[in-house]
């Protein structure tokens, strides 16, 4: 049987309380992203799409999935995603990126694409550091990584630039501008998989 060329895609999501104005729009995005997905994976099916994807705020991070098969995955909904609190943006990125990078140590027929998305920079993490995970990201690079980091309301390329990834999105916390965000993307991700 042939092994299927896997394709990961790693969804960090920022949910400390300044998303909260934004949650609708951001549930929709997410879950647009979802679809967009699974329509990759009829069109390539020749590959295999898994989705992961971590919630974080100073509560902690929520693993709400790992190495789902995209056409398994369900929407996200107002239940599932409450935004409060600070953002340990360092420790969710480092604990996603760890425990993926050690499921994937024995395989060789795969892309991962990371995607953050946040609207503050990190204030609240104790395990990583900004040094700690700029190494990482760089190792995970040389190894069929792709970071793509979306902000709002900081320096975007700026605070990007300091951990190694050069792949950014900036956008205004309103309706109009998200949903443009959104679809530039979820067009991203589409040609990401045809090259």
């Known amino acids: 049987m042939e092994i299927k060329h896997q394709v990961h895609n790693l969804i960090i999501l920022d949910e400390s309380g300044?998303?909260?104005?934004?949650k609708k729009t951001i549930i929709h995005g997410f879950n647009e992203i979802v679809q967009t997905v699974k329509g990759i994976e009829k069109e390539f099916p020749e590959q295999e799409h898994f989705i992961s994807l971590i919630t974080f705020n100073g509560l902690g991070h929520k693993l709400?999935?790992?190495?789902?098969?995209?056409s398994k995955l369900e929407q996200i909904d107002e239940?599932?995603?409450?935004?409060?609190?600070s953002t340990p943006l360092f420790d969710a990125m480092g604990f996603g990126l760890v425990k993926l990078k050690q499921v994937l140590e024995n395989t060789t027929n795969?892309?991962?694409?990371?995607?953050?998305?946040?609207d503050g920079e990190e204030n609240a993490s104790r395990e990583y550091t900004g040094e700690s995970i700029k190494k990482l990201i760089e190792e995970l690079?040389?190894?069929?990584?792709?970071?793509?980091y979306i902000g709002a309301d900081h320096d975007v390329e700026?605070?990007?630039f300091s951990i190694s990834i050069t792949n950014t999105m900036t956008f205004?916390?309103?309706?109009?501008?998200?949903?443009?965000m959104f679809a530039k993307e979820?067009?991203?991700?589409?040609n990401y998989v045809k090259d």
């Open 110 to 118: 795969y892309n991962v694409l990371v995607t953050i998305l946040t």
């Open 18 to 22: 300044s998303m909260e104005s934004i």
């Open 172 to 180: 205004k916390k309103n309706e109009a501008d998200m949903n443009i």
């Open 79 to 85: 239940k599932r995603y409450r935004p409060e609190a």
């Open 64 to 70: 709400l999935h790992f190495i789902d098969p995209a």
């Open 141 to 148: 690079k040389l190894n069929n990584w792709t970071f793509t």
């Open 186 to 190: 979820r067009s991203a991700r589409s």
């Open 158 to 160: 700026k605070f990007a």
